[in-house]
């Protein structure tokens, strides 16, 4: 069993950083797939983000989001720069234990975090 919680969103202007963080529970956070996706209203849940020992990317947010995490922490980060309106949602952090996988989609995942709120005015 894994417990996560995310911290870090806000309220940003367009052009900013914000950078997420989600703290896990557990002894073996290095064996697991971290990952990021966000919702906004009236939308699906969709990817961000996601970390193994390699990364990938949303086409939407390549080039402006970085995923990193620190094992010694059990902390996966989000650093986002160069927000936009567009990336106004709740941003949820995501375990799974196939560390084999890199998934973009959020069924392969096994724990969720309760989400933490960003937004974007212009």
Same mark, same amino acid.
């Given at each position: 069993?894994?417990?996560?919680?995310?911290?870090g969103?806000?309220?940003?202007q367009?052009?900013?950083s914000?950078?997420?963080?989600?703290?896990a529970?557990g002894?073996?956070?290095s064996?697991?797939?971290?990952?990021?996706?966000?919702q906004?209203?009236g939308? =699906?849940?969709?990817?961000?983000?996601?970390i !193994?020992w390699n990364t /990938?990317?949303?086409?939407?947010?390549?080039?402006?989001? &970085?995923?990193?995490?620190?094992?010694a922490?059990n902390?996966?980060?989000?650093?986002?720069?160069?927000?936009?309106t567009?990336?106004?949602?709740v941003?949820?952090?995501a375990?799974? =234990?196939n560390t084999?996988?890199?998934?973009? !989609?959020y069924?392969e /995942?096994?724990y969720?975090?309760q989400g933490?709120?960003? &937004?974007?005015s212009?």
């Open positions: 069993q894994m417990q996560l919680v995310e911290s969103g806000g309220l940003v367009a052009g900013d914000l950078r997420l963080s989600c703290a529970s002894r073996t956070f064996r697991y797939t971290m990952g990021w996706f966000r906004a209203p939308k =699906e849940r969709e990817f961000v983000a996601a !193994n /990938y990317y949303a086409d939407s947010v390549k080039g402006r989001f &970085t995923i990193s995490r620190d094992n922490k902390t996966v980060y989000l650093q986002m720069n160069s927000l936009n567009e990336d106004t949602a941003y949820y952090c375990a799974d =234990e084999w996988s890199l998934s973009s !989609n069924v /995942y096994d969720w975090g933490t709120q960003v &937004t974007v212009s």
